[in-house]
């Protein structure tokens, strides 16, 4: 009686299981395609827009939505526990933010990241988030005139298991500042 009252509980788990996984593999399609959406609108939206200020709106929300997709693509829902390689994930949103903002390639790039630096999902929309932010920063307003622009992105494992983020680039200005009440820092 007892193993008939495991296995019942155990088929019930399974089908809990199924049910949930699939629920998440509909989640993360829905996600996808509603950031491919919003991505294909602004991108139709960009190349009729006559004002400077709102085309680098549009392109700074499009490299946001962008970084957001890459993201998503490299998450496994089904398989929340599995890590996601830091270093593939960087250089794609390092290359997309290229060619929405340096499609000349005149600023240098250097991304030092170990191949064996691997993110729990939870922290990889902050970090792609927080790296888009910065390149699209140092893009618009770092150099200016500057002959030999480089952005340098360092990611390490420094003591008890703690990740550092190093990102600089040799631009005009060395503080942060919030240009006013209505950035979005």
């Excluded at 693509?73 to 903002?101: C, G, M, R, T, W």
Aim: net charge neutral; proline share 4%; glycine share 6%.
């Amino acid at each position: 009686q007892s193993n008939n009252l495991l296995q019942e509980q155990t088929a019930l788990l399974a089908q809990r299981n199924y049910t949930i996984e699939t629920l998440m593999n509909e989640l993360s399609h829905r996600v996808k395609n509603n950031l491919q959406l919003l991505y294909g609108l602004f991108s139709l939206q960009l190349p009729i827009v006559t004002d400077p200020k709102a085309g680098h709106i549009l392109k700074g929300n499009m490299a946001r939505i962008r970084a957001m997709m890459i993201v998503n693509q490299k998450l496994d829902y089904a398989a929340d526990s599995n890590p996601v390689h830091l270093k593939p994930l960087v250089e794609e949103l390092v290359l997309h933010l290229q060619n929405i903002y340096d499609r000349q390639k005149k600023v240098n790039i250097r991304v030092d990241i170990a191949q064996t630096i691997d993110l729990h999902s939870r922290q990889v929309l902050s970090i792609g988030l927080i790296l888009t932010e910065l390149l699209t920063n140092s893009y618009k307003y770092a150099f200016p005139g500057h002959q030999d622009p480089c952005i340098s992105i360092l990611v390490f494992c420094s003591g008890g298991g703690q990740l550092t983020l190093d990102y600089s680039d040799n631009g005009v200005g060395n503080e942060c500042a919030v240009s006013g009440p209505a950035s979005m820092g």
